[in-house]
């Protein structure tokens, strides 16, 4: 390689010393030993193992690296502090100091000791509609097909949200009403006459080329709520009408039962 008799006696007495160190990894894994002078590659492998001395590094084989071997550097994870283990260190008061508030119980954040906070002193910006919010119960059509070919849903009636909640495809809280899916209207064969509050228009064309008919019912939350929950000869009340601009979104914009 070109190097001097010093630089030779150092290389020779570097790797009798620190084959097997981690002086043995770093040294081919620079660059910085592609220098002309012989000298001064020999004082970089000396400067190179004095650190590795003091590293206290451990030097693993490429061979012998594996998923098992793997592992943080050493002080990459610092173990949590023990406190209240007793009094030898930070046992008795575990770094809170002596009573008070922030000793006793954590404080929430926003709290600012009984005044009025911030966050309440200054007015709100925005607006957002998520309280007005349409919320549906989904049915798709393989469920209802699924109720009928297993005879728990009769399609010689007109098929209500009161009769989906009666043989069980619905729950007692269908939130803002009931809309149709077409999900399975590849399979979906029956021929229904049902009335629901929002249908797709591939459920309503999947339905009515099986004959059937589709309609859409507008109910609000106490109207809904009746008709769901009460007996049907016991209903007394007349169920509101659609909005004037939302009437042309609905089949039945104001609900009637047969007996009215």
């Not at 002309?36 to 590659?41: A, P, V």
């Not at 591939?202 to 809904?224: M, P, Q, R, S």
């Amino acid at each position: 390689f070109g190097l001097t008799q010093e630089g030779k006696n150092a290389t020779m007495s570097f790797f009798a010393l620190f084959t097997r160190g981690p002086a043995f990894n770093l040294l081919f894994q620079s660059r910085s030993l592609l220098v002309r002078d012989g000298l001064q590659r020999s004082q970089f492998i000396l400067s190179v193992a004095n650190k590795s001395r003091t590293s206290g590094l451990p030097f693993v084989q490429p061979s012998e690296i594996r998923l098992n071997t793997l592992a943080d550097n050493p002080g990459a994870r610092k173990k949590a502090k023990r406190v209240g283990r007793g009094i030898g260190f930070k046992g008795k008061t575990s770094g809170r100091g002596h009573k008070g508030q922030r000793a006793h119980s954590p404080i929430r954040p926003g709290f600012q000791g009984g005044q009025t906070p911030i966050f309440r002193q200054v007015r709100k910006y925005g607006f957002t509609n998520a309280a007005f919010k349409t919320e549906y119960t989904i049915v798709n059509l393989n469920k209802i097909q699924y109720w009928i070919d297993t005879g728990r849903l009769d399609t010689n009636q007109t098929i209500t949200m009161r009769t989906l909640l009666d043989c069980g495809i619905i729950s007692k809280n269908p939130g803002d009403g009931v809309k149709l899916l077409s999900m399975g209207n590849e399979w979906f064969g029956a021929k229904i006459n049902i009335e629901v509050t929002g249908v797709s228009q591939k459920a309503k064309e999947a339905i009515e080329k099986n004959g059937g008919t589709v309609k859409t019912v507008y109910f609000n939350d106490l109207g809904l709520r009746t008709f769901l929950k009460k007996p049907l000869d016991q209903i007394k009340i007349r169920f509101a009408a659609a909005p004037p601009q939302e009437r042309a979104k609905y089949d039945i914009p104001q609900y009637q039962l047969p007996s009215q």
